[in-house]
C-alpha cells in the first residue's frame, strides 16, 4: 500500500468522499461540497507541523485518506484517523491499523496513538481491539450530529504493547511519499 501526499488534483475526489453520506456519517462533522474550502483545508494541512495527511493508493487506484494528527513531539503521541473513500476496496479498513502503527512506530518515533470512534461506527470500534489496541474509556454524549447526541469511545496503542502484538505484522509498511 502507498501513501501519497495530497495534492491540488486530489481535492475534487478527497471533496466527494468527504461529503458521502457512508463516510461523513462517522465523522465529528460536515463539511460543506465546496471546493474552494478543499483549498484553503489543504493550505491549512501544509502548514501543519503535527500532523501527517495522506492518500492511500492500492494497486494503482486511490482509495481513501488516512492522518496522523494533534501530534504532541515531546509527549510523542498523536491521533490516528482515516476513511475508506472506495467501497469496493471496504475490506482493506482491517489493516489500516496495521501500517499506521508500524509507521507511527517505527518511523515518526511515536510512543502511543489514539483512535477516537463514534459509537455508531460498530465496525471500527471491533477493528480497535482486535488489533490489540486497548480500549481506554469512553466519553459520553460527546458529539452532537443531526441533532443526536454520540459517545465516542477511546482506544491506544503504545509503542511498547505493539511491539508484541506487531511481530507478526511487521510487514504492514505503507511506501510513504512526503506528507502535506
Known sequence: MKWISVKEEHLQRILDWRTNEQITRFMYTDIEYNLENQTKWLEVIRQDANGRYFLMEYKDELIGFISITNIDWKHKHGHWNFYIGEMK?????????????????????????????????????????KQGARKVGVYEHHILKNDVWHDVYVFEMTKKSWQDIGQKYKKYVPQVGDSV
Open 89 to 129: 476496496f471496504a475490506m482493506l479498513a482491517g489493516f489500516l491499523g496495521l501500517f499506521m502503527y508500524n509507521y507511527a512506530f517505527n518511523e515518526l518515533g511515536l510512543e502511543k496513538l489514539i483512535g477516537e470512534v463514534m459509537d455508531i461506527n460498530e465496525g471500527v470500534r471491533k477493528l480497535h481491539v
